[in-house]
């Protein structure tokens, strides 16, 4: 991975990370330790899925880069689809609160993108292949007038 891959992976999970923190105490007081609990799990996955979704996108853009718009609309809706489906299979659990959890699914994602737009906005990404300036100036043709 890229200094600018990681810079852009860390200017996005770290404001996901003080998300899922700040849902965590709110969630501890109003459902108690498995709001806090469910809360946290939610962060986790979201930092999770979408941390290896952003890998797999970096990997595609410089690999396949023709493919890249399309994968990235492909990605972005498997991976909310795949959230949906966290928040569906863990409706009726015990363990944690399922209100947290689903709640905090929500926010941490909405603040991924978010922050993932905010991090695209302000990187500088080069537009033109440096290595390609290091290839021997042609010749130039005709007259110098």
Request: positive net charge; aromatic residues 8%; proline residues 3%.
């Amino acid at each position: 991975m890229s200094s600018q891959d990681t810079r852009l992976l860390l200017r996005t999970a770290v404001p996901t990370a003080a998300a899922g923190a700040i849902a965590a105490v709110v969630s501890a007081f109003v459902a108690g330790g498995k709001g806090a609990l469910g809360a946290g799990i939610a962060a986790l996955v979201v930092i999770l899925f979408m941390g290896i979704g952003l890998g797999v996108l970096q990997w595609v853009a410089k690999a396949y880069p023709q493919i890249f718009q399309a994968m990235g609309l492909a990605l972005y809706t498997a991976q909310l689809l795949l959230l949906f489906v966290f928040v569906a299979a863990f409706k009726n659990t015990s363990l944690f609160s399922p209100k947290a959890f689903a709640s905090t699914i929500v926010a941490t994602t909405l603040v991924w993108i978010a922050a993932q737009a905010l991090a695209h906005t302000k990187a500088k990404i080069l537009y033109v292949n440096p290595e390609a300036t290091d290839a021997k100036p042609e010749a130039k043709s005709g007259s110098a007038a």
